[in-house]
């Protein structure tokens, strides 16, 4: 158990690394590869050995708490650098308030070493464990012959790449350790970690767009670590512990505790990108793909709804509970309505994302064993849905030099099974059987005791539903005939896109098994499952939602559905009918004053209603009241 907790934290921080080290391309795609399939191996391993805590003493040799402070002192101090560097005056400020207030608790709050477990891992722990070390692996292995192509593109030499993994694996040993700490204090400098590396992954281009994103994204994460260093000190000062498992259990209403927890609340929403934050997000779109499917579907935005999840039973029955569960409903539908806008395929997946966590967000809100139940699945199913997503449209862009929705119209014609793969995850975000829209099913039936809950949800689902049917129909829109012919991807690229849409839908029809192991009554503390597990192997927990019938009917309607596509693959092609008014040119017809108009067939975007510039400004500005009244409902 201990061994296989050290390599999932070190593992990666040690093949960070020698991916540093190794300037032979074959050597470091050989480290990536072993490293990954350890990490995975690892996290299925520590199933078995779920519930358990330790507390180890040393580290090579020295007190591990003195590696702790180390790491505090030093992050702060690479941000005010950064901020120097890039001559942004909020990095400083920021960077000098997080030094001061880690120098207050280690020299005057905390006493000595911790005295519970710095480790421990219920199920909650697990699943994120999993899906950090599958989906990050299953990244960074995507990411070897996405970089190579990346820096061919732009004529990046030397290599970056060596850096660039570096950070990569960084990132997973912290997300790692961030999921399986207990001590509140590893999980601060952990949660710092990420946001160093977000920095480091978002500037990798050096492009002026590049970095003046990176350092929004710098500025806004350590916001949030200011609010989490702020709580810890009201932690300490009322109770004198960094327990978590301790913290979770006890009443908000002593002292400073409800507001500490308020702070965390905030930290979490800087993390998760929710509104007014959502910006660092957007702009790390200017990343490569892999690094946005890290931030998106793994690790960054995930840590914002693990801390809410984790401390949900402190937050039930009080007004701190009910207004994080406003902020989730409000940014679900906020984001949703600005996915409607966008015909950028990265912006469309950067605001469901911010959609999806908000909408975890509004189950930890509710906070009754239904919704934490349907939140959990969130993330679940979440997660290796949007890795999938992300990868394709980077595997897309690189093919057809563009990441807008319209230029993928007809892709099947182009690259048939890339575009089959992506519909599948299209089509596992808002159709049954698949788990997420199971997920909102759950969510909705919980929030049912509130209306206001219900008309935020319920909108923002028909919104999800809109933007994401359009885009699938998109890439199969145009005709096609002839046999099937799969493009040429590197075999990386299919191992990827295969095994996340495989996995993901086996998660779905696995779904009446994961929830009685998932919601086992000792795994997640403070929660028992909603309802009595049922026998039947045609039900889910609930009794309610037939996963596999309706599985067999999915499965059914594909058997039908290619039988459809091998009769398609016979058919003549034939032209557009232009009215009568066609030229000798295909697809062109006579326009006024007897012109040449080619015809053309384009989404429409509802601008005048869902646009950027139209929504964002009063978005946020709602979003600021909302935390202005957690902040105050908490002092």
């Known amino acids: 158990m201990e061994a296989l907790t050290a390599i999932l934290i070190l593992l990666p921080f040690g093949t960070a690394v020698l991916c540093y080290l190794a300037r032979i391309r074959v050597i470091r795609n050989i ?71 880690i120098l207050f608790i280690d020299f005057f709050l905390l006493k000595g070493g911790s005295a519970h477990s710095v480790f421990y891992c219920d199920n909650l722990s697990l699943l994120m464990v999993l899906i950090v070390s599958v989906v990050g692996s299953l990244i960074a292995f995507q990411a070897i012959p996405y970089m190579k192509n990346h820096e061919e593109h732009l004529h990046q030499s030397p290599s970056k790449q060596p850096g660039f993994f570096l950070v990569i694996f960084l990132f997973l040993g912290a997300m790692n350790g961030l999921v399986l700490a207990n001590d509140l204090m590893f999980v601060y400098f952990f949660f710092e970690v990420t946001t160093l590396c977000s920095f480091l992954l978002i500037r990798h281009d050096q492009t002026e767009r590049a970095i003046k994103n990176a350092v929004r994204a710098l500025w806004m994460n350590s916001l949030g670590g200011i609010a989490f260093a702020l709580a810890l000190i009201l932690i300490l000062i009322q109770f004198q512990s960094t327990d978590m498992q301790r913290l979770v259990q006890l009443p908000p209403a002593v002292g400073f505790y409800l507001l500490a927890l308020a702070l965390i609340c905030v930290a979490a929403f800087v993390k998760s990108a929710q509104f007014p934050f959502q910006s660092w997000l957007l702009g790390a779109m200017v990343a490569p793909t892999p690094v946005s499917a890290l931030l998106h579907s793994s690790t960054m935005v995930k840590i914002g709804v693990y801390l809410v999840l984790r401390f949900t039973p402190a937050l039930e029955n009080t007004f701190l509970g009910l207004c994080v569960a406003l902020i989730g409903s409000f940014s679900f539908l906020s984001a949703a309505a600005l996915a409607v806008g966008q015909s950028n395929g990265k912006k469309v997946l950067a605001y469901s994302t911010i959609s999806n966590l908000g909408l975890i967000f509004a189950c930890a809100g509710i906070n009754t064993p239904e919704a934490f139940t349907a939140g959990v699945f969130l993330i679940l199913f979440h997660a290796p849905i949007k890795a999938l997503l992300f990868l394709s449209v980077g595997t897309i862009e690189q093919h057809i030099a563009s990441r807008d929705i319209e230029d993928m119209r007809g892709l099947y014609a182009k690259m048939p099974l890339t575009a089959l793969i992506t519909v599948f995850g299209v089509v596992m975000m808002l159709m049954p059987p698949f788990g997420l829209l199971l997920s909102k099913w759950m969510a909705i039936q919980a929030a049912a005791k509130n209306p206001l809950y219900i008309i935020l949800l319920a909108t923002g689902s028909a919104l999800t539903v809109m933007y994401w049917a359009r885009w699938a129909g998109t890439l199969m829109s145009d005709p096609f005939a002839g046999k099937f012919h799969p493009e040429r991807q590197p075999l990386l690229t299919w191992l990827d896109l295969g095994s996340l849409a495989l996995g993901a839908g086996g998660l779905s029809v696995a779904v009446p098994w994961i929830y009685p192991w998932l919601f086992r009554v000792d795994m997640i503390q403070g929660y028992t499952p909603p309802y009595q597990v049922t026998n039947g192997i045609l039900e889910n927990g609930y009794g309610i939602f037939p996963v596999l019938p309706l599985s067999l009917i999915a499965f059914i309607g594909l058997l039908i559905s290619f039988g459809f596509l091998f009769r398609a693959t016979k058919s003549r092609i034939a032209p557009s009918y232009l009215s009568g008014l066609e030229t000798e040119n295909p697809g062109v017809f006579r326009g006024p004053m007897n012109q040449p108009v080619a015809a053309e067939a384009r989404n429409y975007y509802l601008g005048h209603i869902f646009s950027e510039s139209k929504l964002t400004v009063w978005i946020n500005l709602g979003a600021g009241v909302l935390l202005i009244l957690l902040l105050g409902g908490a002092l």
């Open 31 to 101: 480290i990536i590869l072993i490293s990954g399939g350890l990490l995975i191996a690892s996290a299925f391993l520590l199933i078995p050995y779920t519930p358990f805590s330790f507390s180890p003493k040393f580290l090579f040799g020295l007190d591990i708490h003195i590696f702790l402070q180390g790491g505090d002192f030093l992050l702060p101090l690479l941000f005010l650098y950064f901020g120097f560097k890039h001559n942004s005056l909020l990095v400083k400020i920021f960077a000098i308030l997080q030094l001061l207030f």
